[in-house]
């Protein structure tokens, strides 16, 4: 999940009060992008950055507000936070570009703003998961702690809700979903009780699906690893909105869209989504050239650099100001060159 909560660790000035979101590993991002971002320029002049997934647009409007010449293409799927998102940054409005797509649509999304699909953009940043403004607004349905509709859309304009998932989807693929999507080990257990009560009542609300899954779950293991319904909740979101597909999709437009010298972010708040960015990252820092030979081919070596050690996370601090940053893991590359091509000498500010 995305963060949010109190905004400590965000200027006054940007107004964060007004939106309740707190940008998670915020100055980190900043550290991690801005060379990219400033090679032509200390201001940013000519470069774009892309935040493929703005949320409440917390890390938008840093890079916004301390690169004057920056521009930036913000994609979301939610049209409720995009126009939030357009209000907080209405300062910038003449150097952004917000599109309503999910992030697997990066590609079109350039085309969209007047940008190639590849090598346009000097940035690109994730941060995966539900947000926080999704999150804390009860309707939605994505929070086990307060009944809303059974819902869990991101984009509230999709068809495909939670309620279809719970009353229509049969046993086994159900208790798929449950142990593919949210790693919950009382997988068959659950889905058999859902199918069992909603042959006489549907369910349309997320206290009940709690109410059912308090029962489903033995007594031993409600009281280890945290709330009996956040495995499941989760699984349905990722379901419902075809989260992970989305990022196996999105990850490679993305790296093909950056220039030589260009960087990309990624922050994940569950195990899937990390191996997934895991394995897509490893591929493209990874050399084409066979084991066995002593010297690496012309145009074979690694495509990207590594910019992190691992999975980055939050340090003790931030967590305490922001608990839901608690589960991240950033992970960052550099690209070095284009494929089939020998790596280019990036230059980053201060170069000549």
Do not use: W
């Amino acid at each position: 999940m995305r963060g949010g909560g109190a905004v400590a660790d965000e200027p006054d000035d940007l107004g964060p009060n007004r939106f309740g979101h707190v940008p998670v590993l915020l100055q980190r991002c900043v550290e991690l992008l801005t060379p990219a971002l400033t090679r032509r320029h200390p201001d940013g002049t000519g470069a774009v950055l892309v935040d493929a997934t703005l949320g409440a647009g917390g890390h938008a409007q840093r890079f916004l507000a301390e690169l004057p010449g920056l521009r930036l293409i913000g994609i979301d799927r939610d049209p409720t936070a995009l126009q939030i998102t357009r209000d907080r940054l209405a300062p910038f409005a003449d150097r952004i570009t917000l599109v309503h797509a999910r992030y697997d649509g990066l590609a079109d999304a350039l085309v969209e703003s007047g940008y190639a699909a590849d090598e346009s953009v000097d940035g690109v940043l994730f941060d995966l998961g539900v947000s926080s403004m999704q999150l804390d607004r009860a309707e939605r349905g994505f929070a086990y702690a307060q009944d809303a509709p059974l819902d869990m859309r991101m984009d509230p304009t999709a068809a495909l809700t939670a309620a279809d998932i719970v009353n229509t989807y049969d046993e086994a693929e159900l208790a798929n979903i449950l142990h593919r999507y949210g790693e919950e080990r009382f997988a068959r257990r659950i889905a058999a009780r859902i199918v069992r009560r909603r042959v006489h009542t549907p369910f349309t609300s997320t206290a009940e699906l709690v109410a059912l899954l308090y029962d489903a779950i033995p007594a031993a293991a409600r009281r280890t690893g945290g709330h009996p319904a956040k495995r499941t909740f989760q699984a349905l979101r990722v379901a419902v909105n075809d989260e992970l597909d989305t990022l196996r999709r999105a990850l490679p437009a993305a790296l093909d869209a950056l220039r030589i010298g260009g960087r990309i972010a990624a922050m994940s708040y569950q195990s899937l989504e990390d191996r997934i960015v895991k394995r897509a990252f490893a591929d493209a820092t990874a050399s084409r050239t066979p084991v066995d030979l002593p010297v690496e081919l012309p145009g074979a070596g690694p495509r990207f650099a590594t910019l992190t050690r691992g999975a980055e996370r939050a340090d003790a601090d931030e967590i305490d100001r922001n608990p839901r940053s608690a589960a991240v893991r950033l992970r960052a590359l550099q690209r070095l060159r284009r494929e089939g091509q020998p790596p280019q000498r990036v230059t980053e500010k201060g170069d000549s």
